[in-house]
């Protein structure tokens, strides 16, 4: 019987099926706009707009009101090309498919993995637009109940991730010990040091969650807003307070409150904004997420910020853990199709529609050493679709008792 060598489009097909099993994170959010590109190709710096759902104006009575819709998109951009580079011998071809993905592809996969999701949520983070105080600096079921009424009240669908920082999993976990939980939540709990579904939110852990730092501004701070505020506006005048906002952190403005998304209605509670940039202190424009909106179908609070309102920073230094309540349209993320080079061993591998990913593989020889040479290629881009579809928990990293 003839020998049968690994190809470079088996190689590749096993390198995207395994990238796709070692995403945690990317797993959970939207991957269902690739294929936006895939009419005239991209390169870096390419952008699509992905239109996100409007809400509509509800009239009352029978006399029309046209007034317009807005067209609401947000630009998907390809920014960042990654890959790995693999070399192996002859001989190493003649191995099966599995002894080749354990040898050569399984440990580079997951680094690759690793810095691709790292650098989607760092990215991310700065645009989850909610936030929950904690009070004691422990990620308990308190706080993930509390965030997810905040994704209820932004009218988020019901299949929602709870990502947790490794310290937030210790604390969480143990003080779920006591409770009551299915067999099969605690079997997980207890045999894998992992939480299952519970507090509406199934639950995962990542090691490579990055921490959030606080500014030299005290809390709550004695920031004011400064002159009128535009309706929809992102940036926001301030002024008498001291001492840096870093971007991530999140505050709040007097008597603006949340607004259910379809009634319009007051939640009762104030609206929570995410700093975006680094506010380097004393007058000046704060940057934040969500636009402030306060008439018309995207209205998101119940009122502008007037003049001398007080501006409260939210946290508390020391919980520089970070973990994110969300749903899927939180975050989109894309890849799309890198070009195959003319004679050469190219191959290139295409999961399509929802979950979609795509990778390439170019393959040379050396024959001196008898070597072949590989680089694997994946191109991407990522966005913020739904700020209001993230939550960010803190707590302390080193509270274990």
């Known amino acids: 019987m003839a020998n049968t060598f690994l190809t470079t489009s088996l190689i590749t097909r096993e390198i995207l099926s395994a990238l796709r099993q070692k995403f945690t994170f990317l797993n959970r959010i939207n991957m269902e706009y690739a294929d936006e590109f895939a009419v005239t190709g991209a390169k870096i710096g390419s952008t699509v707009n992905i239109r996100v759902p409007t809400n509509a104006k509800v009239r009352s009575g029978r006399i029309m009101d046209a007034g317009n819709m807005v067209d609401k998109t947000v630009p998907l951009s390809i920014t960042d090309q990654m890959g ?6 002859s001989a190493d071809l003649a191995l099966n498919i599995d002894d080749f993905r354990a040898r050569y592809l399984d440990q580079p996969l ?34 993930a109940l509390l965030a997810n009424k905040l994704l209820t009240d932004n009218l988020a669908p019901t299949e929602r991730f709870m990502l947790t920082n490794t310290s937030g999993t210790v604390q969480v976990i143990d003080q779920l010990k006591g409770l009551f939980n299915s067999q099969s939540q605690l079997k997980r709990q207890y045999e894998e040091g992992l939480m299952g579904r519970a507090a509406g939110f199934d639950w995962y852990e990542t090691a490579i969650m990055p921490t959030q730092g606080y500014g030299a501004s005290a809390i709550p701070g004695t920031y004011d807003v400064n002159g009128v505020v535009a309706d929809g506006a992102t940036s926001i005048p301030i002024d008498t307070g001291t001492g840096t906002i870093l971007a991530g952190q999140h505050v ?5 409150f949340a607004v259910n998304p379809a009634t319009k209605e007051s939640t009762g509670v104030l609206r929570t904004f995410v700093v975006t940039a ?26 502008l910020p007037a003049d001398n309102a007080d501006v409260a920073v939210l946290g508390a230094s020391t919980q520089t853990g970070v973990n994110l309540a969300f749903a899927r349209d939180f975050v989109t993320f894309a890849s799309v199709d890198l070009p195959l080079p003319e004679n050469k061993d190219a191959s290139r591998a295409t999961i399509g ?18 070597q072949f040479l590989n680089r694997v290629d994946i191109l991407w881009g990522s966005a913020v679709l739904r700020p209001e579809f993230g939550v960010v928990v803190p707590n ?6």
């Open 84 to 89: 790995i580079d693999l070399v192996y011998n």
């Open 110 to 143: 997951a680094n690759l993995a690793s810095q691709i999701e790292s650098a989607v949520i760092q990215r991310s983070l700065p645009y989850a637009a909610n936030f929950v105080a904690n009070a004691d600096g422990k990620l308990d079921l308190k706080d």
């Open 252 to 256: 709040t403005f007097a008597n603006v």
């Open 278 to 303: 680094n506010y380097a202190g004393g007058s000046g424009n704060l940057q934040i997420s969500p636009a402030i909106v306060a008439n018309g179908p995207e209205k998101n609070v119940t009122a």
């Open 353 to 370: 529609g929802p979950g979609g990913l795509s990778v390439r593989m170019i393959r040379d020889y050396d024959t001196i050493n008898d």
């Open 396 to 401: 302390d990293p080193t509270l274990f008792t």
